[in-house]
Antibody, heavy 117, light 107 residues
Framework: EVQLMESGGGLVQPGGSLRLSCAASGFTFRTYWMTWVRQAPGAGLEWVANIAPLGDVSYYADSVMGRFIISKDSAKDSLYLQMNSLRGDDTAVYYC??????????WGRGTLVTVSA | SYDLTQPSSVSVSPGQTARITCSGSVVTNQYARWFRQKPGQAPVVVIFKDNERPSGIPERFSASTSGSTVTLTISGAQFEDEADYYCYSATGDNRGIFGGGTKLTVL
């Protein structure tokens, strides 16, 4: 069974940084693209970033380009999202998901990030 | 930039057919997907590639494409189908985009 579990969310001040983690199990992590998707309170889903199986290529939404970095450690079956220069509009639940056939097909339960002074 | 447009809400009586549309330049049958999200839960894919339904998704869920519009059809909607539904498409350059979401009310 595919399982994904995010951690690392919390309260951070504007301009601060936070690193999210996602522990994966139940599939061969090193062979899959992975993705982060976020959802602001009461709002819709927003695709944030993708990373290739080997971690050598990544893509970002314009809203986070230059501030967020997606990475993966296949030795630890873990996905990460380093978030820098955080702003109020980054407040959201952040989901990690496996990206299969261009689709986030399995999702974690999410971790809440709140950016506020 | 890409954009997917969905109606903000759709209402249907139990047993009737609900249709939710999604329009946008990147929408194609090859890449369009549909997700269901119930309150407090993570999204779940209900229509996968080639209009496949993942295991556990009832047969009443289907999708079709006409031009740049994809439509999610729920034939014989049930109370349990009440949720937010999002269309999604890969953009062809290893990125993704979601529609704004449609709140389906079954009453």
């Amino acid at each position: 069974e595919v399982q994904l579990m995010e951690s690392g969310g919390g309260l951070v001040q504007p301009g601060g940084s936070l690193r999210l983690s996602c522990a994966a199990s139940g599939f061969t992590f090193r062979t899959y693209w992975m993705t982060w998707v976020r959802q602001a309170p009461g709002a819709g889903l927003e695709w944030v970033a993708n990373i290739a199986p080997l971690g050598d290529v990544s893509y970002y939404a314009d809203s986070v380009m230059g501030r967020f970095i997606i990475s993966k450690d296949s030795a630890k079956d873990s996905l990460y999202l380093q978030m820098n220069s955080l702003r109020g509009d980054d407040t959201a639940v952040y989901y990690c998901a496996r990206w299969h056939f261009w689709t986030p097909d399995h999702w974690g339960r999410g971790t809440l990030v709140t950016v506020s002074a | 930039s890409y954009d997917l447009t969905q109606p903000s809400s759709v209402s249907v009586s139990p047993g009737q057919t609900a249709r939710i549309t999604c329009s946008g330049s990147v929408v194609t049958n090859q890449y369009a997907r549909w997700f269901r999200q119930k309150p407090g839960q993570a999204p779940v894919v209900v229509i996968f590639k080639d209009n496949e339904r993942p295991s556990g998704i009832p047969e009443r869920f289907s999708a079709s494409t006409s031009g740049s519009t994809v439509t999610l059809t729920i034939s014989g909607a049930q109370f349990e189908d009440e949720a937010d539904y999002y269309c999604y498409s890969a953009t062809g350059d290893n990125r993704g985009i979601f529609g704004g979401g449609t709140k389906l009310t079954v009453l």
